[in-house]
């Protein structure tokens, strides 16, 4: 290969990986201004043109990226199911026992969901989507909670829960937990996110009833409760 070639080849290889670094960060420009806007007027009230000033782009760059506002927010959630995982698994690395992970995976949850708007769209507009990208944002959440059902039957089968528990509804009340913090957190509280979060945990763990007190509740249909299906998801 002759030196001007060679030069010519560099020339254009820095050029293509400098187009898509910026396309990249354009792309999470519009993104971020997406989320904020669904959040703050609502999927339904939102524009496509809106979004695009709120990005400071022309609405034909938009929609040559987006056609359709449907699959940038199908875009939105896709970026925010995966960065929440990340999250999450990046937390619970360094630790090997399984209610520690729990705990701690909690925390990075809430973290998560403190922290962008797009979480918040997340939990709440992927009812707005219709057809094929109502069914891939259904996909991912499935594949998100599979991984929240994974930490639960790994401290299942280690012998940290009831044997009788009911690992869906569990899970339910973890996210339900965790998901309802967006709407009454405010960040001048008294209480940090990792201090809320660990509130949560240790009420899963160790129950809001005295110890003492326990098994006057206990009743014959408490073992069928806990441990019955969930139906109809």
Known sequence: ???????????????????????????????RAAARLFREEGFAATTLRQIAKAAG???????????????LLLALMRRGVEADLACVRAAIAPAR????????????RVRYLLSRDA??????????????????????????EAFWAGLLHEAAGAGRLHAEIDLNLLRFLIFGATNWITMWYSPGGSRTPDEISDAFFYCIVYGA??????????????????SSSVKGR
């Open 1 to 31: 290969m002759s030196l001007t070639l060679a030069r010519r080849l560099r020339y254009t290889l820095g050029h293509l990986t400098k187009q898509r670094a910026g396309s990249s960060e354009i792309d999470e420009k519009l993104v």
């Open 57 to 71: 782009m022309l609405p034909g760059s938009v929609h040559y990226r987006y056609p359709t506002k449907a699959a």
């Open 97 to 108: 026992d399984p209610l520690e992970r729990l705990r701690l995976a909690m925390r990075a």
């Open 119 to 144: 979480a918040t769209v997340v939990l709440y507009d992927w009812r707005s989507l219709k057809g094929r990208a109502r069914a891939e944002m259904i996909r991912l959440r499935d594949s998100y």
């Open 209 to 226: 009833v005295g110890e003492a007190h326990r098994e006057s509740l206990v009743t014959a249909e408490a073992p069928e409760l806990v």
